[in-house]
């Protein structure tokens, strides 16, 4: 049986780059995707690490002529595809108040209508593959499941991405394609560093009424990304290569144990008691209404 053909995106850093060199040591040849290949320099380190290779390709899920030439070049070189692996994204922190129609477009632009078009990009070449086990991932999130303070924008974004796989799955099951959402815990990552941004309107002034939301969130959102809490990347690239080579993956893969319990608690505690346990991570569960 010929060898599987994966492209992931976003592998300047994180569960990109972790994933592309799962994938290499299981056998895999790889197309590692990245908005600017001027950041290859971690990936490359990491694979000459691995003792594994990757083929590199630019590509920027806002740019179509940037993804036609990825797809061009695998299917001059391959002609075929049999994992795609949509995770790049990045995330926007700040009340929704706070956002310009400009800013809400940049967050979907890429987190949403850049896998849009990623997918149909590759689907062509994922059809001409003869696996029984193509896969399309999106790596969504546990904020595509519960939001999250100071994160609504990008939560919307991997809410309508778990949409999107559930209709995939519908779609291409037919074709012998599956299509998975694997949707891992806080990570750790650039994702929360230089991909991270905040609209030119940040609220936090006197009198603002979210002065109390901006001076304590932030501070636990990058304790949650870069603190004991934040999970190693390499624990969504694991979840995502035994999705890839499972015989019947089902349709959501909560990545990790704080993933897992996430959603377990998503699933069947009250409403009520899900958002106290946000809140308390997110460390606002003593904010209360001001007096009348």
Known sequence: MPIPVSLVTGCSSGIGLATAVELARAGHKVYATMRDPGRK??????CAEAGVEVELLPLDLTRPETI??????VRAAEGRLTNLVNNAGFPYLGVLEDFSDAEIFDQFDTN??????VTRAFLPLMRADGSPRRTLVVVSSTAGRAG???????????????GLVEEWRLELRPLGIRA????????????AKSSLK????WSDGPGSPYAELYAIVPRRFAEMTHGREAVDPRVAARTIRRVIAARNPGLHHPSGAY??????FKRFAPNEFTTWVVRRKAGIAGLRPPRR
């Open 41 to 46: 320099g971690s990936l490359l380190a990491t």
């Open 68 to 73: 036609a030439a990825a797809a061009e070049h």
């Open 112 to 117: 949403l209508f850049g896998v849009l078009r």
């Open 148 to 162: 999250y303070p100071l994160m609504g924008l990008y939560s919307a974004t991997k809410f309508a991405l778990v």
């Open 180 to 191: 998975v959402s694997v949707e891992p815990y806080s990570t750790r990552s650039e994702f």
């Open 198 to 201: 905040r609209p030119a309107q």
């Open 259 to 264: 993933a897992r319990l996430a959603m377990f």
